[in-house]
T-cell receptor
Framework: DSGVTQTPKHLITATGQRVTLRCSPRSGDLSVYWYQQSLDQGLQFLIQYYNGEERAKGNILERFSAQQFPDLHSELNLSSLELGDSALYFC?????????????FGDGTRLSIL | QKEVEQDPGPLSVPEGAIVSLNCTYSNSAFQYFMWYRQYSRKGPELLMYTYSSGNKEDGRFTAQVDKSSKYISLFIRDSQPSDSATYLCAMSAQYDKVIFGPGTSLSVIP
């Protein structure tokens, strides 16, 4: 058990809809990272938050947004969903905001767009 | 050319074999090197974390980094069926995002 909790485990929705994925980092970790994993693209970095503030952006679409709350949990919002957004979404956390540090992953949310 | 390349496998070995998993990379600025194990329907689990070149051993696992060749390896000794998973290499430059390889699928046959 990594200590990173993600909910829900599985989400099924339709094109055009909006969903929110939730992540609670390991106790004491200040950074949260979001990744998308698909068969053809592998694990792709989306965005990092550190202690409530955005620290780095990766390949995140404009339809996607995230935030980290004062209690350090984070939410990833996906809107105007398309079939190609179907993927596994992982949250990871690390102790500080320094990228390159070891990250600990949750078990992901599987998003299926019908 | 992708920044990090990894043979996707699948790799199938008998129980007890020594397994060698490898990654090559193109960015000479990479300094931090990691190996993750991912079981089906689970998140990646950090196995090894190394800085710069050299070897690191942890139980049955040994990680090697050869920065001059831009090549990293993970060796698994006395492989077990429970080692069957996808292995992801990952690396980053200082203060930069982590780049993951596509993963190698490993099956250890009893």
């Amino acid at each position: 058990d990594s200590g990173v909790t993600q909910t829900p485990k599985h989400l099924i929705t339709a094109t055009g809809q909006r969903v929110t994925l939730r992540c609670s980092p390991r106790s004491g970790d200040l950074s949260v990272y979001w990744y998308q994993q698909s068969l053809d693209q592998g694990l792709q970095f989306l965005i990092q938050y550190y202690n409530g503030e955005e620290r780095a952006k990766g390949n995140i679409l404009e339809r996607f947004s995230a935030q980290q709350f004062p209690d350090l949990h984070s939410e990833l919002n996906l809107s105007s969903l398309e079939l190609g957004d179907s993927a596994l979404y992982f949250c990871a956390s690390s102790a500080t905001g320094v990228r390159g540090q070891p990250q600990h992953f949750g078990d992901g949310t599987r998003l299926s767009i019908l | 050319q992708k920044e990090v390349e990894q043979d996707p496998g699948p790799l199938s070995v008998p129980e007890g074999a020594i397994v060698s998993l490898n990654c090559t990379y193109s960015n000479s600025a990479f300094q931090y090197f990691m190996w993750y194990r991912q079981y089906s329907r689970k998140g990646p689990e950090l196995l090894m974390y190394t800085y710069s070149s050299g070897n690191k051993e942890d139980g049955r696992f040994t990680a090697q980094v050869d920065k001059s060749s831009k090549y990293i390896s993970l060796f698994i000794r006395d492989s077990q069926p429970s080692d069957s998973a996808t292995y992801l290499c990952a690396m980053s430059a200082q203060y930069d995002k982590v780049i993951f390889g596509p993963g190698t699928s490993l099956s250890v046959i009893p």
